[in-house]
């Protein structure tokens, strides 16, 4: 079984940054692409940025593009990263880590969670 681990997450004030990083372990597999997404209390969960993994493209919902870079490093083992600048209040949510195996119609497997909470 595939687990995807994030990390980074926690505290910052408005206007500073933190990065996320995700990790693949146990069985191999592989990825089409890779994504972020957040939620929010009472609101649905959305996509951030995606990655696809073998041309590198990205893409960014409006709401993060040109605050938010998504990046990726060793990339047998599915590792990714969310670099988030300018935090805002609104960025407060709960962020996830997801990977779309090859073959899937969408992402179908996800990381647990990590808090990120910014201050105003």
């Known amino acids: 079984q595939v687990q995807l681990v994030e990390s980074g997450g926690g505290l910052v004030q408005a206007g500073g940054s933190l990065r996320l990083s995700c990790a693949a372990s146990?069985?191999?597999?592989?990825?089409?692409?890779m994504g972020w997404f957040r939620q929010a209390p009472g609101k649905e969960r959305e996509l951030l940025a995606r990655?696809?993994?073998?041309?590198?493209?990205?893409?960014y919902a409006d709401s993060v593009n040109g605050r938010f870079t998504i990046s990726r490093d060793n990339v047998a083992r599915y590792r990714v990263h969310l670099q988030m600048n300018s935090l805002r209040s609104e960025d407060t949510a709960v962020y996830y880590c997801a990977a779309q195996r090859v073959g899937a119609a969408s992402y179908d497997t996800w990381g647990q969670g990590t808090q990120v909470t910014v201050s105003s």
């Open positions: 990655i696809r993994w073998a041309n590198g493209e990205t893409y």
């Open positions: 146990g069985r191999t597999f592989s990825a089409y692409a």
